[in-house]
Structure formats: C-alpha cells, structure tokens
C-alpha cells in the first residue's frame, strides 16, 4: 500500500493550495484519511481527518474555517484545500490512512493510521 501526496508549493500569506493524496496498493481502500502536519522543531500534529463513508470531517482549532477536507471514493483520493494560509501553517505534511471508519475522538491520533506518505512543504511567506 502507497500513499502519494502531492501538492505543497511557496505561497503567500492569505493565499490558497491544494493537497491531494491518492492511495494506491493491492485491493486496499481506506476508511478514514487524514493530513497531519510537522513544523521544524514540533512535534507531529493533526490537521484534518475524514470518513469515507458517511464523508464524517474532523478539523484541528487552528484550521478550522480556512482548510477543508473531501473524498473522492471513485479515485481513492483525499484532498486538502487549505484558504487564507498563514506563515504559521509552514509545515511538512503528511497525508495518513486507516482501513478502520474512526470515530471524531480517533481520527486526530496518530496511532490511529497505519499507512503514510512521503510528505509534501507546505511554506507560506509573509
């Protein structure tokens, strides 16, 4: 099983970008995908998570209302549209599934996912 994540670039405070994150892999499809996101010096932390089948969404405070999570089942994607970026968004971020449907209190811990990719930078200047 492989995830690719993709997406991350430079931008501007305020601005906007796109991650996605395909899953691939012998007959795997996840249940709950989820990004989480590490800056230099920080410890690894939960950003967003989503159930693939009822589309449930759970969101850290600092993103909530700017960043939004989605599925495509067909594709076996997950996207990220993160908004009104901030410098403090500057992170590696790693997109994270689980063949488990968690519920909200498990979707923002690690131990929750068993596969991972590689990460992608996020920057955004000021």
């Known amino acids: 099983v492989q995830l690719q994540a993709s997406g991350g670039g430079l931008v501007q405070a305020g601005g906007s970008l796109s991650l996605s994150c395909a899953a691939s892999?012998?007959?795997?499809?996840?249940?709950?995908m989820a990004w989480f996101r590490q800056a230099p010096g920080n410890e690894r932390e939960f950003v967003a998570a989503?159930?693939?089948?009822?589309?449930?969404?759970s969101y850290a405070g600092s993103v909530k209302g700017r960043f939004t999570i989605s599925r495509d089942k067909l594709q076996n994607t997950g996207t990220l549209q993160m908004n009104s970026l901030k410098p403090e968004d500057t992170a590696v971020y790693y997109c994270?599934?689980?063949?488990?449907?968690?519920?909200?209190?498990?979707?923002?811990?690690?131990?929750?996912?068993?596969?991972w990719g590689q990460g992608t930078l996020v920057t955004v200047s000021s």
């Open positions: 989503i159930r693939r089948n009822d589309g449930a969404t």
């Open positions: 892999g012998q007959t795997f499809s996840w249940n709950t």
């Open positions: 994270a599934a689980s063949p488990r449907a968690w519920i909200q209190s498990a979707r923002s811990s690690i131990a929750s996912y068993h596969y």
